[in-house]
Nanobody, 126 residues
Framework: QVQLVESGGGLVQAGDSLRLSCAAS????????MGWFRQVPGKEREFVAA????????YYADSVKGRFTVSRDNAKNTVYLQMNSLKPEDTAVYYC???????????????????WGQGTQVTVSS
C-alpha cells in the first residue's frame, strides 16, 4: 500500500505560479512511477504529467507543456508539480497517483494507477 497526500493548492491570479507537493508513505517510493491528473466537475480526470521512478523521464499533456514541471525527491518520498504562467483553464482539483513499475515505466492512463491522493484544489482567477 502507498498513501499519497497532496498539498500546495490555492487561489491565484492568472500568470501566477504554484507548486504542488505529493508526499508518499508506505512501500518504497522510488519503485513507483508517479502521475499528476486534474479534474473539473462534470468532466473526466485529465492527465497532466508523469515521471518515472528514477526521475530521468518526464511527460506532459500538451496543454501544460512548457509551463508545468514535474520532479521528485525520492529521499523525501515526495513528487512536485511546479505550475507557472497559470491560466483560468488550469482550475481543477489536482491529484497525484502512483503505480509500481520498472525504472523506465510510466503511464498516462488514469486507470493504470493503483494509488491516489485525495486531491488539492487549484483555482486560477482571470
Amino acid at each position: 500500500q502507498v498513501q499519497l497526500v497532496e498539498s500546495g493548492g490555492g487561489l491565484v491570479q492568472a500568470g501566477d505560479s504554484l507548486r504542488l507537493s505529493c508526499a508518499a508513505s508506505g512501500r518504497t517510493f522510488s519503485s513507483y512511477a508517479m502521475g499528476w491528473f486534474r479534474q473539473v466537475p462534470g468532466k473526466e480526470r485529465e492527465f497532466v504529467a508523469a515521471i518515472t521512478w528514477s526521475g530521468g523521464n518526464t511527460y506532459y499533456a500538451d496543454s501544460v507543456k512548457g509551463r508545468f514541471t514535474v520532479s521528485r525527491d525520492n529521499a523525501k518520498n515526495t513528487v512536485y508539480l511546479q505550475m507557472n504562467s497559470l491560466k483560468p483553464e488550469d482550475t481543477a482539483v489536482y491529484y497525484c497517483a502512483a503505480q509500481y513499475g520498472g525504472s523506465y515505466y510510466y503511464t498516462l492512463l488514469s486507470y493504470e494507477y493503483d494509488y491516489w491522493g485525495q486531491g488539492t484544489q487549484v483555482t486560477v482567477s482571470s
